[in-house]
DNA sequence: ATCGGTACCTGCACGC
DNA sequence: TGCGTGCAGGTACCGA
């Protein structure tokens, strides 16, 4: 998404913003939009699950949260929560839940800056460092994004059952070999899913508004009670760290 | 410092 | 048809 929106923002003015919706702002509305006003975008940039438009003077931070959107001249409707109004074009922020957030500061805030590294850059030693004494289960492990940034729960199971590791396996006691296969895993999962354009399972759409297809791809999430791709054996669902998790019972121990 | 549980919000699929 | 329940790509915050 930042890959297609950096071409749309940059160089571009902010004419005027407007928000109907208090929840997704961490401040004022009105000082929000007279702070952006005016503005010119230098540049966009992934944090993550955060995407960050460097303005003249100061930041804007995005993040769509589960059901969030930007799409780039669309037609504004009931979940449309943000316009910014372009000197050419517009941006516009839908968010059914309300969990996006869009802020506004003089620098990349430090809950934001700093997250762990991101999982496509990571390298084998450092993940394997970064690994060691933890005593959380390994999935709660690639959904704190102070470990990596930018892996959320779909990704968390497609990683863990490439890498035929057990959603609840202490993570501190996962040895190296398997921690290569799991770090093998995310970095996989990440480049197909991208390739394929993103899950679009019920929300997701991409910046102009069109679906993904790597929901047709997936193994385990969402497929409790299938049978596992590789031997057949149902999928399985649990609850951990309060959120659904999938994995196959045989190929996961 | 780290961990688990809960809150935040709306819509949808399901069973009765 | 209508209603209650559980579930959903997220992070923040609390207490232990």
């Known amino acids: 998404m930042v890959r297609a929106l950096a071409p749309c923002l940059e160089g571009r003015r902010i004419r005027r913003a407007e928000f109907f919706s208090q929840l997704i702002l961490r401040h004022d509305p009105g000082k929000i939009a007279e702070r952006m006003r005016g503005r010119r975008i230098a540049g966009v940039e992934r944090h993550g699950k955060f995407i960050v438009v460097r303005l003249d003077r100061g930041v804007l931070v995005i993040h769509l949260g589960m059901t969030g959107k930007l799409l780039v001249n669309g037609e504004p409707g009931a979940y449309t929560r943000a316009i910014f109004t372009l000197d050419r074009g517009r941006l516009l922020f839908d968010d059914i839940r309300m969990f996006g957030s869009i802020e506004c500061h003089d620098a990349v805030p430090a809950?934001?800056?700093?997250?762990?590294?991101?999982?496509?850059l990571v390298s084998l030693p450092?993940?394997?460092?970064?690994?060691?004494?933890r005593k959380t289960p390994v999935k709660s492990l690639l959904l704190n994004q102070g470990f990596l940034r930018g892996v959320g729960n779909i990704?968390?199971?497609?990683?863990?059952?490439?890498?035929?590791?057990?959603?609840?396996?202490?993570?501190?006691?996962?040895?190296?070999?398997?921690?290569?296969?799991?770090?093998?895993?995310?970095?996989?999962?990440?480049?197909?899913?991208?390739?394929?354009?993103?899950?679009?399972?019920?929300?997701?759409?991409?910046?102009?508004?069109?679906?993904?297809?790597?929901?047709?791809?997936?193994?385990?999430?969402?497929?409790?009670?299938e049978a596992c791709v590789d031997c057949?054996?149902?999928?399985?669902?649990i609850v951990l760290g309060g959120r659904g998790t999938h994995y196959c019972p045989k190929c996961q121990r």
Request: no cysteine; net charge positive; hydrophobic share 40%.
């Open 111 to 120: 809950r934001v800056a700093r997250l762990g590294p991101e999982p496509l």
């Open 126 to 133: 450092e993940f394997v460092e970064r690994m060691k004494g």
């Open 155 to 225: 990704y968390a199971d497609e990683a863990l059952f490439r890498a035929h590791i057990h959603p609840r396996t202490v993570a501190g006691r996962i040895r190296p070999a398997r921690a290569e296969r799991l770090h093998a895993g995310i970095q996989e999962v990440l480049r197909q899913a991208i390739a394929a354009g993103g899950s679009s399972i019920s929300d997701y759409v991409n910046l102009m508004g069109e679906q993904g297809w790597f929901q047709m791809e997936l193994r385990v999430y969402g497929r409790d009670g």
């Open 232 to 237: 057949g054996t149902p999928v399985r669902r």
